[in-house]
Every structure is written in structure tokens, then in C-alpha cells.
């Protein structure tokens, strides 16, 4: 299932309104089976929120924004990378 | 729920999904024989239907956005989710936000049946504790209206036995129990003669 990084600009609104707006994400995916909200992350100074989805295609997740009454801009289709297990388990190299 | 509340404004030919389509789905979600019922609060669920189904704003439409009543109550519901303390949004959640709305028919059904969210709370603390509030007791008459049958039916299968009914301390008058009612149904298996 694709991986997409949505935009999202929440200039303006409220940490309520964020909150509100996240509900209505979530009871609208509800009408598409394809599209599952992972995760986001706000960015204050930006006004941005950016947010990582699966979903069908990119017309799937405009649709879901503009009747989830949500804002949507960039969208970009991205692939999954995790750190390596090595690393993860080991943690950043130290000085000595 | 969700995907009802959209095929519910499919059905309706409505451009939005409002707060009023939005409750009418959940009441009838999770009613049983035709009433919401928690605690303090009853709801014939068809009446509201039959509200929402008059006064629904049509054009015919198969695409539909929430309306903007629906932005404002998403903002009582997540304030709902985050004065509870729980990551997970549920039942409790929407009524406790249905009945802090101040708009559309949730406002109007609440504001009449005068009961409030504080003992709507207090209900569910004492039904998650094991002491529930009695259920809800239909007459006869009443039974038969849900069930479709005619009331000596419903009389005779009490005779019977086949459905339990109790009698009022001191007075002939039968009440059978909402959970009762479910005996005298089963379900249709597939194969099976409709006629």
C-alpha cells in the first residue's frame, strides 16, 4: 500500500480546532477502506502539520481531506525507511 | 457507525453530513427494539428518524462534506476525548458530546428529557462498576407494536411461557423485560423456507 506525506496548513487554528479536525480524520477513513492515518507531526513555528498516511492514491486522500472538511497540501508519495537494526540496537557512537 | 452516517446522507440526497444525520445513525447504532436506552436517558430512535428524514437540507447529492454544525461538534467530541483521559474514541464520547452540543436536534432531545451529562456519567461509572440501572419494561400493547404481532399473541406466548412477563406488585398489569423480548426471536438460517 502506498506511503504519502501530506502537508497540511493549520495557520490559524487552535489546538482545539487541530484536535477537532483529527477526529473528523479519523471518523471519515472510516469510508476508505485503503486509507489509514499512521501518524503526524505539528510543526509550530511552520503553522504546519505533516502527516503520513496509507492510502489508495493521492485523489483518495484529497477527497477524504475535502469532505473531512481538513486542510490538504502537498502531497507526496514516499517510501518507508527505518533505522538499521545495528544502529538501533547500539544507539549513536560515543567519544572515548 | 461512520460508513452508516455517509450512506445515511446518501439515502437522504443530502450535501452534508450534519450533526442531526450523525446522531440519528448513532441512536440507531446502538439501539435495541427501537429505543436508545442508558440509564436515565430513552429515545424512540424512529421519531428522531423520521426528523431528520423532514427537515434533512436535499439536493439530490451523492457526494457529501460535514457540515459546518458538524465541524463545531467535532470540537465538543475531541474536548470530550481529552476530558476523559482516553487516547480511544467511543460510544461514551459521542453521547457525553451530543449532549454538550448546543445546536440541531441533540440540543432540542436533551434540553426535553432534562437529563444531564453528569448523570449520564454517573451511569456508566456504576454500569463499568456492575451495578446497572434496571432496563427498560414494555407493556403487552407495546411489545406487540415492536414485534409486529397482535397483542393476544403476545399474551398467548406469555400463557405459554415462551416469553417471560412479570406482573406489577398488587395490580394485573404484565411488563416483559427489553432483554426478554430478544426469546421469542431466532434467526433465519440461510436455506431455509421464507414462506
Redesign the interface.
Known amino acids: 500500500m502506498p506511503l504519502y506525506t501530506i502537508v497540511r496548513d493549520v495557520a490559524g487554528l487552535s489546538d482545539?480546532?487541530i484536535?477537532?479536525?483529527?477526529?473528523?480524520a479519523?471518523?471519515?477513513a472510516?469510508?476508505y477502506p485503503g486509507l489509514r492515518w499512521i501518524r503526524s507531526y505539528l510543526d509550530r513555528d511552520q503553522q504546519e502539520l505533516l502527516c503520513l498516511y496509507q492510502a489508495d492514491t493521492v485523489a483518495q486522500i484529497r477527497e477524504h481531506a475535502?469532505?473531512?472538511?481538513i486542510p490538504a497540501g502537498e502531497i507526496r508519495e514516499v517510501e518507508e525507511i527505518v533505522p538499521h537494526p545495528h544502529i538501533a540496537a547500539h544507539g549513536a557512537p560515543t567519544a572515548t | 457507525m461512520q460508513l452508516e452516517a455517509s450512506a445515511e446522507a446518501r439515502r437522504l440526497g443530502s450535501p452534508f453530513v450534519t450533526v442531526d444525520i450523525f446522531f440519528a445513525v448513532f441512536l440507531r447504532h446502538f439501539a435495541r427494539f427501537g429505543y436508545f436506552t442508558f440509564g436515565p436517558i430513552t429515545i424512540d430512535v424512529r421519531l428522531i428518524g423520521d426528523i431528520v428524514d423532514s427537515t434533512a437540507e436535499r439536493d439530490g447529492s451523492q457526494h457529501h462534506v460535514y457540515s459546518d454544525d458538524f465541524v463545531r461538534f467535532s470540537q465538543v467530541l475531541s474536548q470530550e476525548v481529552r476530558r476523559s483521559g482516553h487516547s480511544r474514541l467511543d460510544e461514551l464520547h459521542m453521547l457525553l458530546a451530543f449532549m454538550r452540543c448546543d445546536e440541531g436536534l441533540p440540543s432540542r432531545v436533551f434540553s426535553e428529557l432534562g437529563v444531564t451529562p453528569a448523570q449520564v456519567e454517573a451511569h456508566a461509572r456504576a454500569a463499568s462498576s456492575g451495578v446497572v440501572a434496571p432496563e427498560r419494561l414494555y407493556s403487552p400493547e407495546e411489545a406487540a407494536d415492536y414485534l409486529g404481532v397482535h397483542v393476544q399473541t403476545v399474551r398467548a406466548w406469555i400463557r405459554s411461557g415462551k416469553l417471560r412477563a412479570s406482573r406489577l406488585t398488587g395490580q394485573r398489569a404484565l411488563r416483559i423485560a427489553a432483554s426478554d423480548l430478544q426469546s421469542v426471536l431466532e434467526p433465519v438460517e440461510s436455506g431455509q423456507d421464507l414462506d
Open positions: 482545539g480546532e484536535d477537532a479536525a483529527g477526529v473528523r479519523v471518523i471519515c472510516f469510508e475535502e469532505r473531512a472538511r
